[in-house]
């Protein structure tokens, strides 16, 4: 019953309403056509699935008012809220999203293609990341439920928000990485206007009436729309106080640029990678292979923690390349409510072309399809290319292809890869596989200071959420996990006094009176 309940679209979701000041309003202007490159039908062709509105930039900036007007310039009573009162917002908002599974999943396999256990996951997994930063953000206050001395000066120390956030979601994981931005923010009390990414924007509408119910006027406020169109005039406004992104660094630097007070500016983004993976001589191949397939092909390659190229030592690189482009070919492509399915449709209409592009690039000068399947294409798929010897000169070890082609580079010297990675505009993470500690101490040592995760002998990925995600360079600003994120939303502010008894007797009066918000040494257990 499941299977046919999610592999059948029963009715067209038309969000004619868009969140503004604590209300859904109906949108009467232009509506944007929402389809899915998902088709049921013999002969190709793509499923509509909906509509949005298609926002103009006058209701765009009038949305940005509400939310201006919520924070009040730390003024407001979100900002200036108890911390209970602020968690159980957040509690009565994730206990109703969970009513909503079904059809979030449902969206995300028809939006973007994502196989339904990966759906489930990216459900189950944001409503534990939101249960984690309650439960984090009350540590927090518990370890500020105090005061310090220092050189005869008591301070109270705590958090506070950082203003009005512009939130940017990906695609390619449209709950949770979003709303690994959007929580923290609301947590430490910042307010916000969140526009969903181009696909994988109907599975929010389920959400907006719990964002509705849950916080305040003007708090979280969701508009619709092209981003040069609504996000870009909010930024010229200078309005913004933070810009959380998470894309690529041409659309945050374009935005960045829009902004008047470049200064005040904070900036939150998790950008793009071109993590690799390091294959050495006495490396488990079974191991590597299977971490690598992981890796390069999960969601079809469309994730920045992806491998997106493979170093493989001359030494092994016959057998690991065989074995590979095999193990490439056995994988499954269909629907993703079918059982065992890896390999999806892709949501962007020209991913396929693109991958191509690459794919003759790299043949032209020199390398070659090493898989049967490699490159077939389908007018929604291309099935993974596994393209061998790749070299600088080809634009799939340039750019991140953020899709189905895998790019192999034997090597020597270690060193070579070392310097290619310290060259690279990104550093995000690396997979090394290896087991003779004599080569991995002094390659881990090295690899630290060039990514900011090594993964011993497994495949990148961001979770668990607890741990630090973040990158250098152009991979990203600022870091994202429970713990981290709660700080990257937030600054560090107190209240000092001299320590003096006429002082001392206003600290113990403010805190016994238990009037202000701030000055407080309860805690939620």
């Given at each position: 019953m499941a299977t046919l309940n999610y592999a059948t679209i029963d009715s067209l979701l038309h969000q004619k309403t868009y969140l503004d000041n604590g209300e859904l309003v109906k949108w009467n202007g232009q509506m944007d056509d929402v389809h899915s490159s998902i088709s049921t039908t013999e002969e190709y062709k793509p499923t509509l699935l909906?509509?949005?509105?298609?926002?103009?930039?006058?209701?765009?900036?009038?949305?940005?008012?509400?939310?201006?007007?919520?924070?009040?310039?730390?003024?407001?009573?979100?900002?200036?809220?108890?911390?209970?009162?602020?968690?159980?917002?957040?509690?009565?908002?994730?206990?109703?999203?969970?009513?909503?599974?079904?059809?979030?999943?449902?969206?995300?396999?028809?939006?973007?293609?994502?196989?339904?256990?990966?759906?489930?996951?990216?459900?189950?997994?944001?409503?534990?990341?939101?249960?984690?930063?309650?439960?984090?953000?009350?540590?927090?206050?518990?370890?500020?439920?105090?005061?310090?001395?220092?050189?005869?000066?008591?301070?109270?120390?705590?958090?506070?928000?950082?203003?009005?956030?512009?939130?940017?979601g990906p695609y390619n994981y449209p709950l949770n990485e979003t709303f690994a931005l959007l929580i923290p923010a609301l947590m430490m009390g910042n307010t916000a206007v969140f526009k969903p990414a181009k696909h994988g924007v109907l599975l929010l509408s389920p959400l907006l009436e719990a964002f509705q119910k849950s916080f305040q006027a003007g708090v979280i406020n969701v508009i619709y729309g092209r981003g040069r169109?609504?996000?870009?005039?909010?930024?010229?406004?200078?309005?913004?106080?933070?810009?959380?992104?998470?894309?690529?660094?041409?659309?945050?630097?374009?935005?960045?640029?829009?902004?008047?007070?470049?200064?005040?500016?904070?900036?939150?983004?998790?950008?793009?990678?071109?993590?690799?993976?390091?294959?050495?001589?006495g490396a488990d191949l079974d191991l590597a292979i299977a971490e690598c397939i992981n890796g390069t092909l999960s969601y079809n390659g469309q994730r920045c923690t992806a491998l997106k190229i493979l170093y493989v030592h001359d030494e092994i690189k016959e057998e690991f390349n065989k074995r590979f482009a095999e193990k490439v070919d056995q994988l499954k492509f269909g629907q993703p409510w079918e059982e065992g399915v890896k390999l999806t449709p892709l949501p962007e209409p020209n991913k396929p072309a693109y991958i191509q592009e690459l794919i003759d690039d790299a043949t032209q000068k020199g390398a070659k399809v090493l898989n049967e399947k490699g490159g077939t294409t389908t007018p929604n798929y291309i099935y993974p290319a596994v393209l061998y010897p790749v070299d600088e000169s080809m634009r799939v070890y340039q750019e991140e292809q953020f899709g189905p082609v895998i790019p192999i580079k034997p090597f020597k010297n270690i060193q070579e890869i070392l310097d290619d990675m310290a060259k690279s505009d990104y550093g995000q993470q690396v997979s090394l596989f290896g087991k003779n500690i004599n080569e991995l101490s002094p390659l881990i040592d090295v690899l630290v200071n060039l990514v900011c995760r090594v993964n011993l002998n497994s495949s990148c990925q961001r979770g668990p959420d607890v741990l630090p995600f973040t990158g250098r360079k152009d991979s990203a600003v600022g870091t994202l996990s429970v713990h981290d994120a709660l700080r990257s939303f937030s600054i560090r502010t107190f209240v000092a006094s001299k320590d003096n008894p006429k002082n001392n007797e206003i600290l113990e009066e403010l805190l016994n009176s238990k009037k202000s918000n701030f000055v407080s040494t309860d805690y939620l257990l």
């Amino acid at each position: 019953m499941a299977t046919l309940n999610y592999a059948t679209i029963d009715s067209l979701l038309h969000q004619k309403t868009y969140l503004d000041n604590g209300e859904l309003v109906k949108w009467n202007g232009q509506m944007d056509d929402v389809h899915s490159s998902i088709s049921t039908t013999e002969e190709y062709k793509p499923t509509l699935l909906g509509s949005i509105p298609h926002m103009d930039e006058k209701t765009a900036l009038d949305v940005l008012d509400s939310a201006v007007k919520a924070y009040d310039q730390g003024k407001g009573n979100w900002p200036t809220m108890r911390v209970k009162d602020r968690v159980a917002c957040m509690q009565q908002f994730v206990e109703i999203m969970q009513t909503k599974r079904t059809e979030v999943v449902k969206l995300l396999m028809w939006e973007i293609g994502k196989t339904l256990p990966d759906s489930e996951k990216e459900f189950d997994r944001t409503v534990q990341y939101i249960h984690d930063t309650i439960e984090d953000y009350k540590q927090l206050d518990r370890d500020s439920a105090k005061f310090v001395k220092v050189d005869s000066i008591n301070a109270h120390i705590r958090r506070g928000p950082l203003g009005v956030v512009l939130c940017l979601g990906p695609y390619n994981y449209p709950l949770n990485e979003t709303f690994a931005l959007l929580i923290p923010a609301l947590m430490m009390g910042n307010t916000a206007v969140f526009k969903p990414a181009k696909h994988g924007v109907l599975l929010l509408s389920p959400l907006l009436e719990a964002f509705q119910k849950s916080f305040q006027a003007g708090v979280i406020n969701v508009i619709y729309g092209r981003g040069r169109e609504v996000a870009a005039p909010i930024m010229k406004t200078g309005k913004i106080d933070v810009l959380a992104l998470i894309g690529n660094s041409t659309s945050a630097i374009a935005l960045q640029d829009q902004h008047p007070y470049k200064s005040r500016l904070r900036l939150i983004l998790g950008l793009e990678a071109k993590n690799p993976a390091i294959v050495l001589p006495g490396a488990d191949l079974d191991l590597a292979i299977a971490e690598c397939i992981n890796g390069t092909l999960s969601y079809n390659g469309q994730r920045c923690t992806a491998l997106k190229i493979l170093y493989v030592h001359d030494e092994i690189k016959e057998e690991f390349n065989k074995r590979f482009a095999e193990k490439v070919d056995q994988l499954k492509f269909g629907q993703p409510w079918e059982e065992g399915v890896k390999l999806t449709p892709l949501p962007e209409p020209n991913k396929p072309a693109y991958i191509q592009e690459l794919i003759d690039d790299a043949t032209q000068k020199g390398a070659k399809v090493l898989n049967e399947k490699g490159g077939t294409t389908t007018p929604n798929y291309i099935y993974p290319a596994v393209l061998y010897p790749v070299d600088e000169s080809m634009r799939v070890y340039q750019e991140e292809q953020f899709g189905p082609v895998i790019p192999i580079k034997p090597f020597k010297n270690i060193q070579e890869i070392l310097d290619d990675m310290a060259k690279s505009d990104y550093g995000q993470q690396v997979s090394l596989f290896g087991k003779n500690i004599n080569e991995l101490s002094p390659l881990i040592d090295v690899l630290v200071n060039l990514v900011c995760r090594v993964n011993l002998n497994s495949s990148c990925q961001r979770g668990p959420d607890v741990l630090p995600f973040t990158g250098r360079k152009d991979s990203a600003v600022g870091t994202l996990s429970v713990h981290d994120a709660l700080r990257s939303f937030s600054i560090r502010t107190f209240v000092a006094s001299k320590d003096n008894p006429k002082n001392n007797e206003i600290l113990e009066e403010l805190l016994n009176s238990k009037k202000s918000n701030f000055v407080s040494t309860d805690y939620l257990l």
